[in-house]
């Protein structure tokens, strides 16, 4: 009964999105392409990521959802152009899965979780059928580049290039925060544009040697900033005045009451 329903749920999701493109559907559905709906897919990505961080798994089903619009969209405007389908979508990546687990699936045998992400690795090295120009071709650029920096240092690292302890990372820290400064002060804008990038590289390089991701590290700032200047919000409008009607130090000891508020819940 569950996979009938599934399996017409897939294909009411699928007729919708067909007439949404159709000569009666939306317009602005029928104007898009491949390319136009690239941030919608990031964005809907980073939406899953952000239900996972609050642990809503209300507003996640939500979120998966819209995620699962995307590839059904992508698949629809391939189908347009002739180009796959989403059967083909699902046969690829079930072929994939079988493929990239011979230990589950065929007799190959595994003897630890780094014995199955080395097998996963060699396949997928062979699938690409290409010769690497060089290791950091393994970083997936078209990730955030906090993730693909944080890919990039630990491939380098995994030859010997890397620091050796975390008080020389915080001391290159210090030393590219002198160089945006000195860019500061000569207003040239191009070096701050640079330095800015080996500051937050070297931040990167701090949250690695620590054992955090600093995409998700970033988001959960994010959700925590959200959370506070919506009390503040809140607060201001209980006041019935504007929050732009505020001056700075008002706008602080709020904030420092936003802290207090969400302290535990976003430890």
Not at 57 to 79: M, P, R, S
Not at 168 to 188: F, P, Q, R, T
Not at 195 to 223: H, T
Request: hydrophobic share 40%.
């Amino acid at each position: 009964m569950k996979k009938n329903i599934l399996l017409n749920e897939v294909e009411r999701l699928v007729g919708i999105v067909s007439h949404l493109r159709g000569p009666d559907g939306c317009p602005w559905d029928r104007e898009q392409n491949y390319y136009t709906l690239k941030e919608n897919i990031i964005e809907e990505a980073y939406e899953v990521v952000e239900a996972l961080e609050n642990k809503d798994l209300v507003n996640l089903k939500e979120e998966l959802g819209d995620l699962l619009l995307q590839v059904v969209f992508q698949a629809q405007i391939a189908t347009e152009n002739k180009d796959f389908d989403l059967s083909e979508v699902f046969s690829l990546i079930s072929d994939k899965l079988i493929r990239r687990h011979p230990h589950v699936f065929a007799d190959t045998n595994v003897k630890s979780i780094a014995e199955v992400k080395e097998n996963w690795d060699k396949i997928k090295s062979k699938e690409k059928n290409k010769k690497e120009f060089s290791i950091l071709d393994k970083a997936k650029s078209g990730q955030p580049a906090l993730n693909q920096a944080y890919d990039v240092q630990k491939i380098a690292a995994e030859v010997g290039f890397d620091w050796e302890e975390t008080s020389e990372v915080i001391n290159k820290i210090e030393e590219e925060l002198s160089e945006v400064k000195e860019a500061i002060s000569l207003n040239d804008e191009i070096k701050i544009n640079e330095e800015l990038g080996d500051l937050l590289f070297a931040v990167v390089n701090l949250a690695r040697f620590q054992k955090v991701n600093p995409e998700l590290s970033l988001l959960k700032a994010i959700i925590k900033f959200k959370k506070r200047f919506a009390y503040m919000e809140k607060d201001v409008s209980n006041k019935k005045v504007r929050i732009e009607d505020h001056s700075l130090a008002e706008l602080d000891q709020l904030w420092e009451k936003a802290k207090e508020e969400f302290k535990e819940d976003l430890n």
